[in-house]
């Protein structure tokens, strides 16, 4: 895996790097180790996050990833698709304050705390207005700090309840067996968001009935399954809305959806505006 990591900004609070990873013949199954706290913002691609054998977790531009002070992990792109992120790097004393104010931890490695979360709609809009501050000609300090914060404590109060609900979850054994499924089609979904899939497909692809994939998914998502390709979707089209000024219709149908009234109604319902609202905000 090749990785090209930018500097954005620097403060006394926090950096924020952008990176950007692409497939390479070479890649290393070596583990990784950070030296500070880090939480990665996919912003495009999908990755995988291995923290040890057999457990990993898939993210898109709907999660958070956090990376812990001298937690070995490894990364990988499922589909050789690649992956772009932003990476934000909190002062120590910071971090720590965000922390113990969001969920009563002082490191991001905690055992109440999922090492991963998924974003709420809210925060997924505030890391497209981050990016945007960003690459403003002159950046406004204040609004970047503020954003960040508020992206990292969503994102850590999140991942404090997905942590609580695990731990209703069943043994060990049942539990990695269940995760693994959950993870195989988040990795589907990702990968293929445009496709239409069904409960019946995505459960063969899992080897599982789809009763008990919907269940699971739930539980472990906190999402149903469709809500969350929903929410893939619209990832998607947030990016392709930034990045061209392409249609909304021809947007709408490269992500998946089937038609322009579906796409606008799903995405008023998740980020409370339509996609319209959403660009014209973006120029203003």
Same mark, same amino acid.
């Given at each position: ?13 926090? &950096? ?11 890649? &290393? ?231 322009? &009234? ?23």
């Amino acid at each position: 895996m090749s990785l090209v990591l930018r500097t954005l900004f620097q403060s006394e609070l926090l &950096s924020i790097r952008h990176g950007v990873a692409r497939p390479a013949p070479d890649d &290393s199954k070596e583990l990784e180790c950070e030296t500070a706290d880090l939480v990665l913002l996919p912003i495009a691609g999908v990755l995988a996050k291995h923290d040890g054998p057999k457990q990993h977790v898939i993210a898109n531009a709907n999660h958070a990833i956090f990376l812990g002070t001298g937690q070995p992990y490894r990364i990988t792109l499922p589909g050789d698709i690649g992956d772009e992120a932003l990476v934000l790097d909190f002062s120590k004393e910071a971090l720590m304050q965000i922390l113990v104010d969001a969920a009563g931890v002082q490191q991001l490695y905690a055992p109440v705390l999922r090492p991963h979360s998924l974003l709420p709609p809210a925060s997924v809009l505030s890391r497209e207005l981050l990016w945007r501050h960003l690459h403003e000609p002159v950046i406004d300090t204040l609004a970047v700090q503020e954003i960040s914060v508020s992206v990292l404590t969503a994102s850590v109060q999140a991942a404090c309840f997905e942590r609580q609900q695990l731990d209703r979850a069943r043994h060990t054994q049942t539990q990695r067996r269940r995760r693994q499924q959950v993870e195989a089609v988040k990795e589907l979904i990702s990968l293929y968001p445009q496709q239409e899939w069904t409960l019946d497909e995505l459960a063969r692809q899992v080897h599982a009935s789809p009763f008990h994939l919907s269940r699971v998914f739930r539980e472990e998502v906190g999402l149903p399954v469709h809500r969350y390709l929903i929410r893939t979707r619209l990832a998607a089209a947030l990016r392709a809305m930034r990045a061209s000024c392409h249609d909304l219709t021809q947007i709408a149908h490269a992500c998946g959806f089937a038609s322009h &009234s579906h796409f606008t109604s799903s995405f008023r319902s998740v980020f409370g505006m339509t996609p319209s609202e959403s660009r014209q905000r973006s120029m203003i």
